[in-house]
């Protein structure tokens, strides 16, 4: 049973435009989420992250929405840039600690120039 | 920032062979390390929480007597895959966190291990 889920598992967008990255979590417990970015044969890299009690965080062109009754978070990457071109995992873990994180299975994004 | 780093970066070795993978935090010190494995086009499974001077922690299904882990110092652990078989071969990362409060985990680069 997957508690955090991305349910694309590609996504193509043009350079300059706007990435939208979805990740779905079935665990009300999560309290911290973040979002890591992994090129082929490297270890993922941390990207931005957000705590429950917020609905947004922003980090230069990257920024993370929750929606915690929805159970929904998407990362924003805009302008898209041809570097941006990676998986990109959704990731959340419980209060208490350090945690674990659970991961979702990815979402390759391509931005073709 | 916080940098870990991961050796060796690949392995390819015959089937009975015990491969040991080490993880270093450089520049912190990491009371708490995580071992993960990645299967192609798949996620990165939690197999163990590696705890500094304590037995390590290990997710269902993952056999401790196979996967070996050892957290000797703040800034070390390792992964020993025993007599390892074709079945092991996968991509394995280790992460640690950076202090006590809830922080990221940084990751290292990964270990490709190939068993023939």
């Known amino acids: 049973d997957q508690q955090v889920k991305q349910n694309s598992p590609s996504l193509s967008v043009q350079e300059g435009r706007i990435s939208i990255l979805n990740c779905d979590y079935t665990n009300s417990m999560f309290d911290y989420f973040l979002w890591y970015k992994k090129y082929p044969a490297e270890g993922p890299t941390f990207l931005i992250s957000i705590s429950s009690i917020k609905d947004k965080n922003e980090d230069g062109r990257f920024t993370v929405f929750l929606n915690k009754s929805a159970k929904h978070l998407s990362l924003h990457i805009v302008p898209s840039q041809p570097g941006d071109s990676a998986v990109y995992f959704c990731a959340a873990s419980e209060p208490s600690g350090n945690t674990p994180l659970v991961f979702g299975k990815g979402t390759r994004l391509s931005v073709i120039a | 920032g916080a940098v870990v780093s991961q050796h060796p970066s690949r392995v390819i070795c015959k089937s009975g062979t015990s491969v040991k993978i080490e993880c270093r935090s450089l520049?912190?010190?990491?009371?708490?390390m995580f071992w993960y494995r990645q299967f192609p086009k798949q996620s990165l499974m939690l197999m163990a929480t590696?705890?500094?001077?304590?037995?390590?922690?290990?997710e269902q299904g993952v056999e401790k007597d196979k996967f070996l882990i050892n957290h000797a110092s703040l800034t070390l652990s390792t992964l020993t895959v025993t007599s390892a078989h074709p079945e092991d071969s996968s991509f394995y990362i280790c992460?640690?966190?950076?202090?006590?409060?809830?922080?990221?985990?940084?990751f290292g680069d990964g270990t490709r291990l190939s068993i023939l």
């Open positions: 590696s705890n500094e001077g304590s037995k390590a922690t290990y």
């Open positions: 520049d912190f010190q990491a009371t708490t």
């Open positions: 992460s640690a966190i950076p202090g006590q409060v809830r922080q990221p985990q940084h």
